[in-house]
């Protein structure tokens, strides 16, 4: 539990995506600071001991496991399944320090709905990036900003915080279901909830956060596919017929623009249909 200003106590779930991080979990969860209510794994099929290890470094962590594949469906399963104010998303990599946590809810404390963590930020950085990958990063953060209004610096970036609120306005698919990977199930929930809160509304603050290499194990991302998927969700959220884009009102400037709590609910912008 943290306090809020005027007293008021927000609990805080954390939740952690794994897929053969039994050499990193530990490390994680080791770290992660005391006023933590609720930790969440959702494990995508690790063929190794990460279950074990984590139950064993913290003994009162929820354990999932995803029903599809990919990142993303464990990810929106974790919110889905996390009960606090607060939901906190973090990598099992230990790429990520636990304490910068205690930034990003200061930040939601302070009236931010999303908290976004930036490596590109004064007070950001990463040991990990590479020259390809920050150019790529670069562009699509470019291009988001340009085509939704946002004034993001690193797009492409997994360390976010969030009032539950916010879950509603990622409208990410039913994460339950098994069957094939859905959009959405990959590394493209990033973008895909970056743009959405945009364009719900919320108030966004960017966090510094450093990037320190992977501890042990090989990533699972794919520079050149990845990269092409969140382009596509760019593009997607912006023209896609079915998308959110086409649905929600692009937002005004952040100063004239209200908080996304202050709408009850998330979506009371949306055009009522006509009755046929
Ligand atoms: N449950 C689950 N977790 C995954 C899956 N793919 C990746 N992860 C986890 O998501 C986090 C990020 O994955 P990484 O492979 O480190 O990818 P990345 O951090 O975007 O890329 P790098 O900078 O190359 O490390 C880690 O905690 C992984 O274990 C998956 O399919 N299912
Ligand atoms: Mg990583």
Redo the contacts with the bound molecule.
């Keep these: 539990m943290v306090r809020a200003c005027g007293n008021v106590l927000k609990s805080v779930s954390v939740v952690?995506?794994?897929?053969?991080?039994s050499r990193?979990i530990g490390w994680v969860l080791d770290r992660l600071p005391d006023f933590i209510d609720e930790v969440i794994l959702?494990?995508?099929?690790s063929v190794d001991d990460t279950v074990e290890v984590a139950l064993r470094h913290r003994p009162d962590i929820i354990v999932a496991h995803?029903a599809r594949?990919?990142?993303g469906?464990?990810l929106a399963r974790g919110f889905e399944l996390a009960t606090s104010d607060l939901i906190v998303m973090i990598?099992?990599?230990g790429?990520m320090a636990p304490a910068e946590i205690e930034a990003f809810v200061d930040a939601l404390l302070a009236g931010a709905d999303y908290a976004k963590g930036s490596r590109f930020t004064a007070g950001g950085g990463s040991d990990?990036?590479t020259v390809l990958?920050r150019a790529g990063n670069r562009f699509l953060n470019g291009l988001t900003n340009a085509l939704f209004g946002s004034d993001y610096s690193d797009l492409c970036y997994?360390y976010n915080a969030f009032s539950r609120e916010c879950v509603a306005a990622f409208a990410l698919p039913d994460a339950t279901t098994p069957g094939e990977a859905v959009w959405g199930d990959g590394?493209e929930i990033e973008t895909m909830i970056n743009i959405r809160v945009v364009l719900a509304g919320a108030r966004v603050v960017e966090v510094p956060s450093y990037?320190a290499e992977?501890r042990f194990g090989?990533?699972?991302?794919n520079t050149f596919r990845?990269g092409v998927r969140v382009l596509r969700t760019i593009f997607d959220e912006r023209f896609g017929p079915q998308r959110a884009g086409s649905l929600r009102p692009v937002p005004q400037p952040a100063a004239t623009q209200p908080s996304m709590l202050d709408l009850a609910p998330p979506f009371a912008s949306m055009p009522t249909p006509e009755p046929a």
């Excluded at 090989?218 to 991302?221: D, T």
């Design positions: 952690i995506p794994t897929r053969n991080e990193n959702v494990d995508g099929g995803q594949r990919g990142k469906n464990a990598d099992a990599d790429s990990d990036i990958r997994g590394f990037e992977r090989e990533s699972n991302l990845d």
